[in-house]
T-cell receptor
Framework: ETGVTQTPRHLVMGMTNKKSLKCEQHLGHNAMYWYKQSAKKPLELMFVYSLEERVENNSVPSRFSPECPNSSHLFLHLHTLQPEDSALYLC??????????????FGPGTRLLVL | DQQVKQNSPSLSVQEGRISILNCDYTNSMFDYFLWYKKYPAEGPTFLISISSIKDKNEDGRFTVFLNKSAKHLSLHIVPSQPGDSAVYFCAASSAGAGSYQLTFGKGTKLSVIP
């Protein structure tokens, strides 16, 4: 049990749909992250939040919209996605923004398929 | 352009033998390196790390070696066990870029054969 949960675990959506991915951490961490792992590509950092403030947006298209209402919850709102957005979306948290010795705890991911 | 490369997509090792997973990096600013393990349907879990001021770090059956001049690190698992079968990701970060920015390799799938 990593203490980081993600729902749903699987999601199929059409290009005109709007959906949201949810991440919750029960570890008392202050930093949360969204990653994307496409087929045959490395994990890519999308967004970083620290104390509910976004500190990083790695050139992610606006059709992905993150929300961090409190330090335990992180959402990724999806709208008008493209088939190439199909991927595994992983949430992670760490006690503070990662520093040497810190590690990120990952959730199990949401497998997204865009038709 | 990939800054962290794991050139072997898969590796098979007999139980009890040594598993050696390799990772190369191109960014000389990286100063901290981590290995994560991932089972199917689970998120990656932290395994072991090493700072660039060291060349070796050991934790039980797991040892990570860092060769800064070659920009190469390796993870040794001795002895390998069937439960070690998983995908292993190498990751790197630099304090200058914000050490939360982990750059990952594509992973190596390790299969330990009983």
């Amino acid at each position: 049990e990593t203490g980081v949960t993600q729902t749903p675990r699987h999601l199929v959506m059409g290009m005109t749909n709007k959906k949201s991915l949810k991440c919750e951490q029960h570890l008392g961490h202050n930093a949360m992250y969204w990653y994307k792992q496409s087929a045959k590509k490395p994990l890519e950092l999308m967004f970083v939040y620290s104390l509910e403030e976004r500190v990083e947006n790695n050139s992610v298209p606006s059709r992905f919209s993150p929300e961090c209402p409190n330090s335990s919850h992180l959402f990724l709102h999806l709208h008008t996605l493209q088939p190439e957005d199909s991927a595994l979306y992983l949430c992670a948290s760490s006690l503070e923004l990662l520093s040497k010795g810190e590690t990120q705890y990952f959730g199990p991911g949401t497998r997204l398929l865009v038709l | 352009d990939q800054q962290v490369k794991q050139n072997s997509p898969s590796l098979s090792v007999q139980e009890g033998r040594i598993s050696i997973l390799n990772c190369d990096y191109t960014n000389s600013m990286f100063d901290y390196f981590l290995w994560y393990k991932k089972y199917p349907a689970e998120g990656p879990t932290f395994l072991i790390s090493i700072s660039s001021i060291k060349d070796k770090n050991e934790d039980g059956r797991f040892t990570v070696f860092l060769n800064k001049s070659a920009k190469h690190l390796s993870l040794h698992i001795v002895p390998s066990q069937p439960g070690d079968s998983a995908v292993y990701f190498c990751a790197a970060s630099s304090a200058g870029a914000g050490s939360y920015q982990l750059t990952f390799g594509k992973g190596t799938k390790l299969s330990v054969i009983p």
